[in-house]
């Protein structure tokens, strides 16, 4: 068969799509279901972040994955290439989370991970039949998986890359080491996807796999892990084992990689350049009100500053409106992130994901205010606040973007730099600016500025 395999993208406010021509890094998915795929299938990917999608193209399935305002996209895609006869496989986190939802625009739907039935679900459609709602008996094995095509990662420029210093050190290869997160944050579709469990693949893997991209000219990677220290041990030996690679890599992480120094300590060693944290709040009642109590608000300074002092940037991410949070929540929050030199900000409103026990408690609660899926974006107003109302949390929410990338802000975070950073100090220097600029014509900027 002819299969396309499509990463939509989602809609702007205005209800055009969202594009762009450039991106730091790529989504693996897309190259990894090509690699699970038998020979005897013809493959071709598209990104719509970058591509348009052809919606006549001659294909026999057409398999689409999304999070977030993806899906919105993802199901429009679908009903259309269905219209046209094209059977339809959906799958991801949030069609996991909601399969009966997803399976209505769609002929085939993998809910969890889709190693144990991919090729089920494809035999089954070549066959002209469908069980409908695919889920694979057993988590699979992260050892010996197949290998993607690095040439084939739907937003690299290999030609920009090539040729442009400026590209080599704005892109980042992305690789996973593990699964899965353990922690309990009620608001999170990872855990719940992954029922809380972690695993990780074989060090000796990973590292095959990094010296291959390595051998393409790469020397800056991102693990697309949640939260690639969740069991420290494993994470040690991996760290170990990158020290003699001299490469540079981002990842996301909890701020537990500050409390153990040996961790932080081979972290930094191995070429670690920043981190992105889920602080969430600067107030442990709102932390706790959503199960992440462990993150340890009155600790955070010190953990930022051990992190910094190990000359990796840090990269914070910041829910403002839950529900501990007040209107005097918005100032202290923003001298927090100046005061700690956060290098840069990721924030988000409190999105209820469907199929987390958040959604479930804000709907018991009547507290949802928006059934449409495209504004899922975690950067609008979904849940009722308890002690503000809506449009004190969106306006709060701007302040603290606003303040954090107002010039006087970037100069006092950024300068001087963590030890040993001033290269990639000047980079974030630049993608501060930009952010100040972006917000300047963009009122009403996306929550996920990257």
């Known amino acids: 068969m002819r299969i396309l395999l499509i990463s939509p993208t989602h809609y702007n406010a205005d209800g055009s799509l969202h594009k762009t021509t450039r991106y730091w890094t790529s989504g693996l998915t897309l190259p990894y279901l090509e690699a699970l795929t038998p020979d005897e299938h013809q493959v071709s990917l598209v990104d719509e972040l970058f591509y348009d999608v052809d919606l006549k193209t001659d294909v026999d399935v057409v398999g689409l994955t999304a999070m977030g305002p993806q899906i919105k996209r993802a199901y429009d895609l679908a009903d259309q290439f269905r219209a046209r006869g094209v059977k339809v496989v959906l799958g991801g986190t949030w069609v996991t989370?909601?399969?009966?939802?997803?399976?209505?625009?769609?002929?085939?739907?993998?809910?969890?991970?889709?190693?144990?039935?991919?090729?089920?679900?494809?035999?089954?459609?070549?066959?002209?039949?469908?069980?409908g709602i695919y889920r694979a008996p057993r988590r699979a094995s992260l050892a010996d998986l197949p290998r993607v095509d690095y040439m084939h990662l739907p937003l690299l420029k290999w030609d920009a890359?090539?040729?442009?210093?400026?590209?080599?050190?704005?892109?980042?290869?992305?690789?996973?080491?593990?699964?899965?997160?353990?922690?309990?944050?009620?608001?999170?579709?990872?855990?719940?996807?992954?029922?809380?469990?972690?695993?990780?693949?074989?060090?000796?893997?990973?590292?095959?796999?990094?010296?291959?991209?390595?051998?393409?000219?790469?020397?800056?990677?991102?693990?697309?892990?949640?939260?690639?220290?969740?069991?420290?041990?494993?994470?040690?030996?991996?760290?170990?084992?990158?020290?003699?690679?001299?490469?540079?890599?981002?990842?996301?992480?909890?701020?537990?990689?500050?409390?153990?120094?040996?961790?932080?300590?081979?972290?930094?060693?191995?070429?670690?350049?920043s981190l992105s944290i889920g602080l969430e709040s600067v107030h442990q009642a709102s932390l706790e009100s959503i199960r992440k109590g462990f993150n340890q608000a009155p600790r955070f300074a010190e953990d930022l500053a051990a992190i910094r002092n190990k000359g990796i940037q840090i990269i914070g991410l910041l829910m403002v409106g839950l529900d501990g949070d007040t209107v005097?929540?918005?100032?202290?929050?923003?001298?927090?992130?100046?005061?700690?030199?956060?290098?840069?900000?990721?924030?988000?409103?409190?999105?209820?994901?469907?199929?987390?026990?958040?959604?479930?408690?804000?709907?018991?609660?009547?507290?949802?205010?928006?059934?449409?899926?495209?504004?899922?974006?975690y950067g609008s107003a979904l849940v009722r606040p308890t002690h503000m109302s809506a449009e004190e949390m969106m306006d709060g929410f701007k302040y603290v973007y606003q303040g954090f990338y107002s010039v006087p802000s970037i100069l006092k975070r950024l300068v001087p730099p963590p030890p040993g950073s001033v290269l990639e100090t000047m980079a974030y220097l630049v993608a501060n600016l930009k952010v100040n600029r972006f917000l300047k014509s963009n009122e009403d900027a996306w929550a996920t500025i990257s």
């Open 328 to 377: 005097e929540t918005f100032p202290r929050s923003l001298e927090f992130l100046m005061e700690n030199k956060v290098t840069f900000l990721k924030l988000f409103t409190p999105c209820p994901y469907p199929g987390t026990k958040f959604y479930d408690d804000m709907m018991a609660a009547g507290r949802i205010e928006v059934g449409d899926w495209g504004r899922y974006d």
């Open 97 to 131: 989370l909601n399969p009966d939802e997803s399976l209505l625009h769609a002929d085939a739907v993998v809910a969890g991970e889709a190693e144990d039935v991919w090729v089920q679900v494809l035999d089954d459609l070549a066959g002209g039949r469908s069980q």
């Open 161 to 273: 890359f090539k040729t442009s210093w400026l590209y080599r050190m704005y892109f980042h290869w992305p690789i996973v080491f593990s699964r899965g997160c353990p922690h309990p944050c009620e608001y999170c579709a990872v855990q719940t996807f992954y029922e809380r469990s972690f695993r990780t693949r074989p060090v000796p893997e990973v590292i095959d796999e990094l010296k291959a991209i390595k051998a393409l000219g790469a020397d800056r990677i991102l693990f697309l892990d949640d939260n690639p220290v969740a069991n420290p041990e494993a994470a040690k030996e991996l760290f170990a084992a990158m020290i003699p690679l001299k490469l540079k890599w981002a990842s996301q992480s909890t701020i537990n990689i500050a409390r153990d120094p040996e961790l932080l300590d081979l972290a930094a060693r191995s070429g670690c350049a």
